[in-house]
């Protein structure tokens, strides 16, 4: 991908733990398929950093290092031996984030990590989320994410993720796509055969979005359930 001094790469990756379709639990080769993406800011999902009295590695802290990415944590579970959820990867400067609680009670813990950031002379804003996987709960989660979409009324905004959204005409996609235009939608899932297209990229303005595409490759389609899914974007 040849990218211009008005152009950058976004990505999101559901990284399941860093265990892969042959249940082999593997940091370094979900560290090696970020590398391999190589986009400027990338958002993950199901980054496990508890040791659960096991010999883990902290697999945010790994990745980070191993690509050379600063890292951003966005919690959903939290206890005394480390926490899980969300991750924002960023090759450019953090100025400001906040975690924005999408907790639905007798659900999982569930929530996004906003993140503004200055690439080149532009501040972008970066929404990492993960959803719930019941339509019900996935409505109210989306729901709270068009209030925070509408009060961020200017800018750039990037809305990436795993939405475990099975149904491609769902109300809460149609929601989503009302405020921040309806981009091409990639199959990401099962990764050694994807139909699904549960992880997606919005870009606000939407003509901002040039490409989208699934970073398929003989890693990347075992070391997660997912396929990585990549936008390339233009500095409004």
Known sequence: MVL???????????VHKCVGMDVRHDPERIASVVREIGADIIGL??????SGGRRLSAQMEFIAKYTGYTALAGPTIRRVDGHYGNVLLTRWPLIESREINLNVPGREPRGAIEGLVRV????????VVHLGLAAAERWVQICRLAEVIRNRNSGMLILLGDMNEWYPRSR????LHRYMGKPNTIPSY????PFLSLD???VRPRNSLIKVRAHATALSRVASDHLP???EIQIA
Request: proline fraction near 3%; glycine fraction near 2%.
């Open 4 to 14: 211009t001094q008005r152009t950058f790469t976004a990505a999101t990756y559901n």
């Open 45 to 50: 999902q199901e980054v496990d950093n508890r």
């Open 120 to 127: 080149r002379s532009a501040e972008v804003r970066i929404i």
């Open 172 to 175: 809460g996609l149609d929601l």
């Open 190 to 193: 099962p990764a050694w055969c």
């Open 200 to 202: 997606r990229i919005w």
């Open 229 to 231: 899914i990549v936008a």
